[in-house]
């Protein structure tokens, strides 16, 4: 009851002594000054923007695999530089679905095998190849078990058709292509492991920062009430020693109490002049 008009104890405060003999009203130093303030974890990560990547490799292949096919060792013109966007765009979609992103790259390669005919594409099929074949491997495996493969697949598919139909590949070139396919995959899949590491390290560092306000709040309250207790019981002893010392017996007069003289002259004259008075009365009433 009296805890709670009490003012709000500040944290700086170490310890209040009360004057004279009385408890000591502690406020221990453990009482933190964050409770209240909003804060946030500096490992909190911001926006990875995987989407502007994509992007900007998606436009630097189709630029590349444009002035590829319209070189004069291919012969190509117009209608191949246009259909050739259909191998370096569906790099676009290698971050959110690349199993998608990898059946797409393989239909646009039997289109410009199809329609244009046999160029020498490989400077560019290859490398939007690896960039979904890395997305593969960082994909989350539980998202995307069963897509994975498929990816997988069709990656080997447009693999088997370049060094089918490319003029400058044969078949050694399997082992290359291969080895760094291999490569890009293993280093998706240890960025996913980090980043999943990364998550539960922030995950448990948020918990525990959860906890230390949950367990701070709890120290500031139990600090409030114990000051409360300590003041309500010091007033309490003041008070029963006030009204122990108001009940006591008072000490009693000892001795004939004397009369007071009087203020004035005529006052004590007066007094004589009764006192004679009632002598004389009485002495003749005696006789």
């Known amino acids: 009851m009296l805890a709670a008009g009490l003012p709000k104890v500040a944290p700086s405060c170490t310890s209040i002594q009360t004057r004279g003999e009385g408890p000591l ?18 490992l909190t990560p911001g926006p990875v923007r995987h989407h502007e990547g994509n992007l900007l490799v998606a436009t630097v292949a189709g630029v590349v695999g444009a002035s590829l096919v319209t070189e004069p060792e291919n012969g190509g013109g117009v209608v191949a530089a246009i259909v050739v966007q259909a191998v370096t765009l569906p790099v ?15 239909a646009g390669v039997l289109l410009n095998e199809v329609a244009i005919g046999p160029m020498i594409r490989c400077g560019v099929t290859f490398p939007v190849m690896f960039v979904i074949v890395y997305q593969l491997g960082a994909a989350d495996p539980a998202k995307h078990r069963i897509g994975r493969w498929l990816g997988i697949g069709a990656c080997v598919a ?17 082992i290359f292509v291969a080895s760094l396919g291999l490569g890009f995959y293993g280093a998706g899949m240890v960025i996913r492991s980090r980043t999943r590491l990364v998550a539960t390290l922030l995950r448990r560092t948020n918990e525990l920062q959860e906890q230390r306000d949950r367990t701070a ?11 409360g207790a300590d003041l309500e019981r010091l007033i309490r002893a003041q008070i029963q020693a006030i009204g122990v010392s108001a009940d006591g017996p008072r000490p009693r007069r000892t001795g ?8 004035f002259p005529w006052c004590r004259r007066c007094c004589g002049w009764h006192v004679r008075v009632r002598h004389t009365c009485g002495h003749r009433a005696s006789t």
Do not use: C, K, N, Y
């Open 256 to 263: 004939t109490p004397t009369r007071s003289a009087p203020r």
């Open 25 to 42: 009203v502690a406020i221990g130093p453990s009482v933190p000054a964050r409770i209240g303030l909003a804060h946030r974890s500096p």
């Open 158 to 174: 447009t693999t088997a058709m370049e060094l089918a139909f490319d003029p400058v590949l044969d078949s050694s070139s399997a």
């Open 217 to 227: 709040a709890l120290e500031v309250a139990a600090d409030r009430a114990r000051v």
């Open 92 to 106: 676009l979609l290698a971050r959110v679905a690349p199993a998608w992103a990898a059946g797409a790259q393989a």
